[in-house]
């Protein structure tokens, strides 16, 4: 019986030596896909990859050793050997061998740590292959090794679609010995960002430009307003334009008759717009530049570079221009309004929303127009009520639905000119910092708009303060401290629960509701209190649906 049994075993057991198992479809993919996969998984590498020198090849470099068929297509595909990375002499001759005459992606971080100066040796090697390089990102922490570097930029590089070169040391220091880059011969180049960077790059050929970002440009080579604009009106494909303490102060210019006679430069593809510089500066760029009414516009003024301090007269050119746009963004465009006041009133950032619930505070611009102003302690607290109230709200705006406040430490005649100039505004949210006195401003006591100068009475002197207002929000916000006047900062008498909740009463209608979020009042022994108050006003009465202890809440939600 088990003679029998061995005899039929013995045709499969000999089978199991023969046969082996057929190779995962992967490995027998076509060349053409294989290509594609490795070129993905190349670039993506090279997209994180920080340029630091690395003691091992990257993974991507190990389809090569995987089969024979994946080593085949991977040398026969020059356009995966571009992606190069920091490594050393001879791997870096293997890649430029292995990428035949294909165009080149080069990114390296040098920096003083590098003992063996293996970056510097490999950007020295690629340098040689500048007419090849499509993609060029330095980013240096010592000027010991930018300006040896950066003096080898003045060949020709007709390939070249991105420069990106990031310096870490002073701005002040150094010098660039040739006063064209790159030869002046760069047809192909889309992408310009530099940082601390002491080249000419105005000399850079930038007719297809789309993208420039010029960050603490050093003040040999930064231009004045009217040579920008020059260079500024032959890139008519620019999409996205940063310019951060990359100009001097334009007040000179803004009073020459070259201003008053230039004409204005179009912009027509332009859909990000980030300028940091005086305002004179920004005054003048946005009066000689047309954007579209889609650009995203990030505007933070500095105050320490102009000439003398800036006061409200100042703004009034700056403000005509945000008026105008604003007017012209009449539309659904915009739909809420944030002022976040810094401390002590030194700084205050407007930022108009195109969403109801947005509160972000980032300094990227993704909104339709965000602007940063900062206060020299010479500007007189009268003249920074005016500057704000006027920047926020040059005209009427009847699209905007909700205003945020953040520290909302102003005095009657900003909220009757801001809210006025809201006919439409159905939420007033105040969040962090001391309750002011709306009392007045609320109620529906008809006020005369002329208690703030400079204020457009559009509504005569029976002009009522949000009509549509249906919700009040308070988060944090204090009703016992009040302010002193220091340091410019305004004396601004602090409002108690009661007092807003009988102003709220005047108000006939329509319904709508006070939610208050962990504010602070003292109470009857003279000790803070934290509470969440809801309540709600309608046909001239104010009714307290619930008053507790925020405290005691948050405990008895955890037992």
């Not at 940091?276 to 005054?283: E, G, N, Q, W, Y």
């Not at 030194?346 to 509160?359: L, P």
């Not at 003292?522 to 006003?537: A, C, I, L, Y």
Request: glycine content about 4%; overall charge neutral.
């Amino acid at each position: 019986m088990d003679e029998e049994i061995i005899k039929r075993a013995s045709p499969a057991s000999a089978n199991l030596h023969i046969k082996t198992t057929p190779p995962c479809f992967i490995y027998r993919l076509p060349a053409e896909t294989l290509e594609a996969i490795f070129i993905h998984c190349a670039s993506n590498y090279h997209g994180e990859d920080t340029g630091y020198p690395t003691l091992a090849a990257p993974g991507w470099v190990n389809v090569s050793y995987v089969s024979s068929h994946w080593r085949n297509v991977a040398l026969n595909c020059a356009v995966l050997w571009t992606y190069l990375f920091v490594t050393s002499r001879p791997w870096t001759e293997e890649l430029l061998a292995r990428s035949r005459q294909a165009p080149l992606k080069v990114k390296a971080y040098l920096h003083s740590q590098d003992t063996k100066l293996r970056a510097v040796c490999f950007v020295e090697q690629v340098m040689n292959h500048l007419e090849r390089i499509q993609e060029l990102h330095l980013r240096f922490s010592t000027s010991n090794l930018n300006y040896p570097l950066l003096s080898k930029l003045s060949s020709r590089a007709p390939c070249l679609q991105s420069l990106v070169v990031v310096s870490l040391v002073d701005r002040y220091g150094g010098w660039y010995p040739a006063s064209v880059l790159l030869g002046g011969d760069t047809p192909a180049l889309r992408t310009v960002e530099l940082t601390n960077c002491p080249v000419p790059w105005h000399s850079l050929k930038l007719t297809g430009l789309t993208t420039l970002r010029l960050n603490s440009l050093s003040p040999l080579f930064q231009q004045n307003v009217a040579e920008f604009l020059t260079t500024l009106s032959c890139m008519q494909d620019l999409t996205h334009l940063y310019l951060e303490d990359a100009l001097a102060s334009a007040s000179g210019f803004l009073s020459s008759a070259a201003f008053h006679t230039s004409r204005k430069i179009n912009l027509p593809h332009l859909s990000h717009l980030l300028i940091t510089a005086p305002l004179s500066t920004i005054t003048a760029l946005l009066s000689c530049v047309n954007i579209p009414l889609t650009t995203r516009i990030n505007l933070n003024l500095n105050r320490s570079t102009e000439p003398h301090s800036s006061t409200f007269d100042d703004y009034t050119p700056f403000c005509s221009l945000l008026a105008q746009r604003l007017h012209t963004l009449s539309g659904p465009t915009i739909r809420r309004l944030i002022i976040v006041f810094m401390p002590n009133w030194e700084a205050a950032r407007v930022t108009f929303a195109a969403s109801e619930r947005d509160f972000s505070v980032s300094r990227d611009p993704t909104h339709p127009l965000r602007i940063y102003i900062p206060f020299d302690r010479s500007t007189t607290t009268g003249d920074r009520g005016r500057i704000i109230s006027h920047i926020c709200c040059p005209v009427p705006l009847s699209n905007i639905q909700s205003i945020c406040i953040l520290n909302p430490q102003a005095p009657a005649a900003f909220w009757t000119h801001v809210l006025g100039h809201l006919r439409g505004l159905r939420c007033i949210e105040l969040h962090q910092g001391n309750m002011p006195d709306l009392a007045a401003v609320l109620s529906l006591v008809p006020h005369d708009f002329t208690e703030s100068h400079d204020v457009r009475a559009d509504g005569g002197p029976n002009h009522i303060i949000a009509p549509a207002l249906e919700e009040l929000k308070l988060l944090s916000m204090s009703f016992s401290a009040m302010l002193t006047q220091r340091d410019h900062v305004y004396s601004v008498k602090v409002i108690d629960v009661q007092s807003l909740c009988d102003a709220l009463a005047t108000r006939k209608g329509p319904q709508g509701q006070l939610t208050m979020t962990h504010c602070t009042e003292r109470n009857s022994e003279g000790k803070m209190e934290t509470f969440d108050m809801v309540g709600w006003w309608e046909g001239g009465r104010f009714q307290v649906v619930d008053k507790h202890d925020s405290v005691r809440k948050f405990f008895g939600r955890m037992v």
